[in-house]
């Protein structure tokens, strides 16, 4: 078993050699721009780390963790269009570069190079990855429309929010766990057990979102925090401060939900008073380290890896989940 790096390296190496065809140049430079952009290829690496921890392959893995990390990037270039996102990694996103139809169509190439990739599996798991693969990819979707159902909403409970992000962000990680357990030939247990590890550590990762955008520091977390505080998102210390808040904090709390003036400072700061006044930052951190036990709880089920594949895990598990960007 190799640490984290090595993964990360192969995932690299995989992605600098996607082939792009010289034409038409407008539907394959924008697919190339964004797999250029970066990013934590948590995905790649995960299936990487799975298939060789429970003793398969990891060349035979390598397809799949490309085409996982293609669709997570296809969802990205499509999300920005619709949240209207001008900047990803830094860089300008591919709607504001090029349009809106480029980006749209350069996304439908991405899904189906994603689902190229994923097909390059032996045949006697390709029903079971295809199926694995399209049953994350409706999920996923399903998660974005309930995201946009929220922002018209202010009923949204915490349930409902747990939900959403497990559908929209965890279970693309579970998948690239499940798919490098498939392609090695483990146990349905194993496999499983591997699924709910990665989508239970995909929750804290996202509620760690949640956190770091109201108390991370700049300079690491690299943008600006308050984000969400400012765009009125529903996050799990929105709802939790809306459900929560009594009297003038109540009060408060709406008048800055509905203030629409440029006071985007004095609103993060008021907004982030009012989460610590009513606990939120402990709960925040509560509930971030309960998911993170859950995920290493399903781990310690698994009996076909070793201890140093189980230590490389649990040490990934804590980086995501106690991560300061």
Known sequence: MHDYYHYLNLANEAIENIYYPSEPS?????????????????????????CEAMGGDI??????????????????????????????????????????????????????????????????ILRPMLTLFNTTAIEIYEGQQYDMDFEQRDDVTVDEYIKMIRLKTSVLLGCACKAGAIISHAPD??????????????????????????????ATFGKEIGGDILNNKKTFLLINAMNLARGNDAIELNQWLNDNTSRKKEKI?????????????????DTIAQYSHKALDSLHTINNIDQEAMTEFENLI???????R
């Open 26 to 50: 407008r539907l394959y430079e924008p697919i190339a721009y964004t797999m250029d952009l970066g990013g934590k290829r948590i995905r790649p690496v995960l299936t990487l780390m799975t």
């Open 59 to 124: 060349d035979q893995a390598l397809n799949a963790a490309l085409g996982i990390e293609l669709f997570h990037n296809f969802t990205l270039l499509h999300d920005d269009v619709m949240d209207r996102a001008d900047v990803r990694r830094g860089k300008p996103t591919v709607h504001c570069k090029w349009n809106d139809n480029v980006a749209i169509l350069s996304g439908d190439a991405m899904l189906t190079m994603a689902t190229q990739a994923i097909s390059r599996v032996g045949d006697d």
């Open 189 to 218: 247990e194993a496999a499983n057990a591997i699924y709910d590890m990665a989508v239970n550590m995909g929750l804290a990762f996202q509620l760690q979102d949640d956190y770091l955008d109201v108390w991370g520091d700049p």
């Open 269 to 285: 700061q008021a907004v982030t008073a009012i989460y610590e006044k009513l606990g939120l930052k402990q709960l925040s951190r």
């Open 318 to 324: 804590n980086r995501l989940t106690n991560r300061d």
